[in-house]
């Protein structure tokens, strides 16, 4: 499957963004969906996942409350509304697609990801 991230940006502490991410190729209903980010000189860590058919969510302590993750499976594309951004959520954004009894919390467990989009935020 082929993923393209979108709607990162520049915004100031307290505001918000929305990411997207466009799925192609496979189907994209069969696949857990998730988010990752990835600061300068850090790890890529977790940020939320989704499962295939949307009703299960999981998010990293740091961003619960803040994040939300939803997807459509017409459009196939999953979403990360970010509220409430504070200047450590700086970093580029990945999603990820992987297999359902497999994707969890860990990039290894992820077969396909997209090019990563860089959300800023401003002190």
């Known amino acids: 499957v082929q993923l393209q991230a979108s709607g990162g940006g520049l915004v100031q502490a307290g505001g918000s963004l929305r990411l997207s991410c466009a799925a192609s190729g496979r189907t994209f209903s069969n696949y857990v969906m998730s988010w990752f980010r990835q600061a300068p000189g850090k790890e890529r860590e977790f940020v939320a996942a989704?499962?295939?058919?949307?009703?299960?969510?999981y998010y990293a302590d740091s961003v619960k409350g803040r994040f939300t993750i939803s997807r459509d499976n017409v459009k196939n594309t999953v979403y990360l509304q970010m509220n409430s951004l504070k200047p450590e959520d700086t970093a580029v954004y990945y999603c990820?697609?992987?297999?359902?009894?497999?994707?969890?919390?860990?990039?290894?467990?992820?077969?396909?990801w997209g090019q990563g989009t860089q959300v800023t935020v401003s002190s």
């Open positions: 989704i499962s295939n058919s949307g009703i299960s969510t």
């Open positions: 990820a697609a992987g297999i359902l009894g497999t994707a969890g919390a860990k990039t290894y467990e992820y077969d396909y």
